[in-house]
T-cell receptor
Framework: QKEVEQNSGPLSVPEGAIASLNCTYS??????FFWYRQYSGKSPELIMF??SNGDKEDGRFTAQLNKASQYVSLLIRDSQPSDSATYLC????????????WGLGTSLAVNP | DTEVTQTPKHLVMGMTNKKSLKCEQH?????MYWYKQKAKKPPELMFV???????INESVPSRFSPECPNSSLLNLHLHALQPEDSALYLC?????????????FGSGTRLTIV
């Protein structure tokens, strides 16, 4: 069983819509959760992190964490073509606070 | 300064060459990382330095040799690489202890072995 699972996509949404990206994980001891955005040929860029159950909002981005159901999601409101990228979910490893476990990423395409 | 700077941005080297990748940060982060990323794959951890000491080596072949001369600098020495080592090499840093706020990645070095 994979430790972090993401739908590889591509997820295609029209401009202005809400894009919903999901990530499930298997390690109940995971404490920290991160969303990175990666444009083709570029390095990953941290866009959100969340530790507590519930929602965390930053501009057009909202991260949602549900530890009981073991999922974390990223909502992008008013999606723009510039949001087209691969979104990587990563978890802090329980007992090792310098290592992240990565999902394979979801490719998002926002169509004008 | 909130950047991690990597040089060079691109590197082509033969299998018998020796080269080094460099990484620098001035954010006061005390943990620094080397990652390798192949196309359409997530980053793969290679090494972690914490307070200038190697704390994690993910069973990386000895043809990759990391070095942390001081808290701001991280090098990756390359020798006798194979074509399958061609990849994007990413340096990252984080506040220590741990990764509470995630990593900051550099822009990467695109390495091609010929």
């Amino acid at each position: 069983q994979k430790e972090v699972e993401q739908n590889s996509g591509p997820l295609s949404v029209p401009e202005g819509a809400i894009a919903s990206l999901n990530c499930t994980y298997s390690d109940r001891g995971s404490q920290s959760f991160f969303w990175y955005r990666q444009y083709s040929g570029k390095s990953p860029e941290l866009i959100m992190f969340i530790y507590s159950n519930g929602d965390k909002e930053d501009g057009r981005f909202t991260a949602q964490l549900n530890k009981a159901s073991q999922y974390v999601s990223l909502l992008i409101r008013d999606s723009q073509p510039s949001d087209s990228a691969t979104y990587l979910c990563a978890l802090g490893v329980a007992g090792n606070n310098r290592k992240l476990i990565w999902g394979l990423g979801t490719s998002l395409a926002v169509n004008p | 300064d909130t950047e991690v700077t990597q040089t060079p941005k691109h590197l082509v080297m033969g299998m018998t060459n020796k080269k080094s990748l460099k990484c620098e940060q001035h954010m006061g982060h005390r943990a620094m990382y080397w990652y390798k990323q192949k196309a359409k794959k997530p980053p793969e951890l290679m090494f972690v330095y914490s307070y200038e000491k190697l704390s994690i080596n993910e069973s990386v072949p000895s043809r990759f040799s990391p070095e942390c001369p001081n808290s701001s600098l991280l090098n990756l020495h390359l020798h006798a690489l194979q074509p399958e080592d061609s990849a994007l090499y990413l340096c990252a840093s984080s506040q220590d202890p741990g990764i509470s706020y995630g990593y900051t990645f550099g822009s990467g070095t695109r390495l091609t072995i010929v």
